[in-house]
């Protein structure tokens, strides 16, 4: 039976194509993937739009569906003028979303399984709103950390709370879509070696249909994990672009 | 003559029970109405989130306050060589921090947010 974390191996297709700093950057699966998530996601969008038709076609209608879905998302979360944060969420939500679901198929590589992707999306929602945040609002954008009502004894308390509250922001976002991934995949595959494992069991082969059964509900499952995660990070990512927006009141 | 009485009284009994169900039929159909109604405004805050979106976003909620403590505290401990004061209160305030957090996303909270959305 293969290792479960075999997996999330990352693989050079090629030598080092150029060196940042100290480090080589080389062409890996990951990135493979990357590019492939993108690519879908550019060709979906391409067929989409190409009609432009009044009354839309399918594939039309499935563009529609998915910019409402989001924008309905942001203007929910982080208010109307929150819009103007539509393109980043829309593409936060189409990547994470896509580099999930291609992850599914078999023998394909999750992006989305190693924190180091994910933390650097969640750092760039957070960078996005310190930077959004202190231009538009300068000195004021530290109002974040003082919640208004609060009894002044207790303000200090309150403001050191926040403070590591706001520092957790991206280690919860970075870490909920990586181990749900992580957590989803070697459950997949332990529970599919299982079956092969059965099988070549001699007499317990007659119990193999058990975990054959129970990997196809996990599959399903995991879908809708792909999509649910996808869909957290673009609400978290809009509720703390609304505090760039409006820090403290 | 008693015959007559009783039929005139019948008719007068059959239409208080008419009455009545009738009665009862408008007031049922109220009470489902304002039922029907009450149902209609409560949805969450999170709007269209699915439970289980929610739950997934609670757990990790906590952990993230507690990992961030910790976090901040060892960095505390390693740079300003404060070991181990740094650690210990920045791993209570991460605990903090993640009771905090739940709070929040659960929206038990009133929180500078939910003000500023109140107010739009």
């Given at each position: 039976m293969?290792?479960?974390?075999?997996?999330?191996?990352?693989?050079?297709?090629?030598?080092?194509?150029?060196?940042?700093?100290d480090?080589?950057?080389?062409?890996?699966?990951?990135?493979?993937?990357?590019?492939?998530?993108?690519?879908?996601?550019t060709?979906?969008?391409?067929?989409?739009?190409?009609?432009?038709?009044?009354?839309?076609?399918?594939?039309?209608?499935?563009?529609?569906?998915?910019?409402?879905?989001?924008?309905?998302?942001?203007?929910q979360?982080?208010?109307?003028?929150?819009?103007?944060?539509?393109?980043?969420?829309?593409?936060?939500?189409?990547?994470?979303?896509?580099?999930?679901?291609?992850?599914?198929?078999?023998?394909?590589?999750?992006?989305?399984?190693?924190?180091?992707?994910?933390?650097?999306?969640?750092?760039?929602?957070?960078?996005?709103?310190?930077?959004?945040?202190?231009?538009?609002?300068?000195?004021?954008?530290?109002?974040?950390?003082?919640?208004?009502?609060?009894?002044?004894?207790?303000?200090?308390?309150?403001?050191?709370?926040e403070?590591?509250?706001?520092?957790?922001?991206?280690?919860?976002?970075?870490v909920?879509?990586?181990?749900?991934?992580?957590?989803?995949?070697?459950?997949?595959?332990?529970?599919?070696?299982?079956?092969?494992?059965?099988?070549a069991?001699?007499?317990?082969?007659?119990?193999?249909?058990?975990?054959?059964?129970?990997?196809?509900?996990?599959?399903?499952?995991?879908?809708?994990?792909?999509?649910?995660?996808?869909?957290?990070?673009a609400?978290?990512?809009?509720?703390?672009?609304?505090?760039?927006?409006?820090?403290?009141? | 003559?008693?015959?007559?009485?009783?039929?005139?009284?019948?008719?007068?009994?059959r239409?208080l029970?008419?009455r009545?169900?009738?009665?009862?039929?408008?007031?049922?159909?109220?009470?489902?109405?304002?039922?029907?109604?009450?149902?209609?405004?409560?949805?969450?805050?999170?709007?269209?989130?699915?439970?289980m979106?929610?739950?997934?976003?609670?757990?990790?909620?906590?952990?993230?306050?507690?990992?961030?403590?910790?976090?901040?505290?060892?960095?505390?401990d390693?740079y300003?060589?404060?070991?181990p004061?740094?650690?210990?209160?920045?791993?209570l305030?991460?605990?903090?921090?993640?009771?905090?957090?739940?709070?929040?996303?659960?929206?038990?909270l009133?929180?500078p947010?939910?003000?500023?959305?109140g107010?739009?």
């Amino acid at each position: 039976m293969a290792s479960p974390t075999e997996q999330f191996e990352i693989r050079h297709f090629t030598g080092p194509l150029f060196h940042l700093g100290d480090s080589p950057v080389t062409f890996t699966n990951s990135a493979l993937f990357m590019v492939l998530a993108v690519g879908v996601i550019t060709a979906f969008l391409a067929a989409a739009t190409a009609p432009r038709a009044v009354v839309p076609g399918r594939w039309q209608n499935l563009g529609e569906l998915l910019y409402e879905f989001v924008a309905s998302t942001v203007r929910q979360s982080a208010g109307k003028d929150g819009l103007v944060f539509l393109p980043l969420v829309f593409s936060l939500f189409t990547f994470v979303l896509i580099a999930n679901l291609l992850g599914l198929l078999p023998y394909a590589f999750t992006v989305t399984s190693h924190i180091i992707v994910t933390a650097a999306l969640a750092l760039l929602v957070i960078f996005t709103v310190i930077g959004y945040g202190v231009a538009k609002h300068g000195a004021k954008f530290l109002n974040i950390f003082v919640p208004s009502g609060v009894p002044g004894w207790l303000l200090p308390l309150i403001v050191a709370i926040e403070v590591v509250s706001f520092i957790s922001r991206p280690v919860s976002l970075s870490v909920r879509l990586f181990a749900n991934m992580l957590a989803g995949h070697i459950a997949l595959k332990i529970f599919a070696g299982f079956v092969a494992a059965l099988l070549a069991g001699g007499f317990a082969a007659f119990l193999s249909p058990l975990p054959l059964a129970f990997t196809v509900a996990l599959t399903a499952l995991e879908v809708l994990v792909a999509v649910l995660q996808a869909y957290v990070f673009a609400v978290l990512t809009s509720l703390y672009l609304h505090d760039a927006l409006h820090p403290g009141h | 003559m008693s015959g007559n009485g009783e039929d005139g009284r019948q008719p007068e009994d059959r239409d208080l029970a008419k009455r009545l169900d009738d009665l009862g039929r408008r007031l049922s159909a109220k009470e489902r109405e304002a039922l029907a109604a009450r149902k209609a405004q409560e949805p969450r805050p999170g709007g269209d989130a699915t439970a289980m979106s929610n739950a997934l976003r609670l757990s990790g909620e906590f952990i993230a306050g507690v990992v961030a403590g910790a976090g901040i505290g060892w960095a505390i401990d390693t740079y300003l060589g404060l070991s181990p004061w740094g650690l210990i209160v920045f791993l209570l305030l991460g605990f903090l921090t993640g009771v905090w957090n739940v709070l929040r996303a659960a929206g038990y909270l009133k929180t500078p947010r939910d003000h500023g959305s109140g107010g739009r």
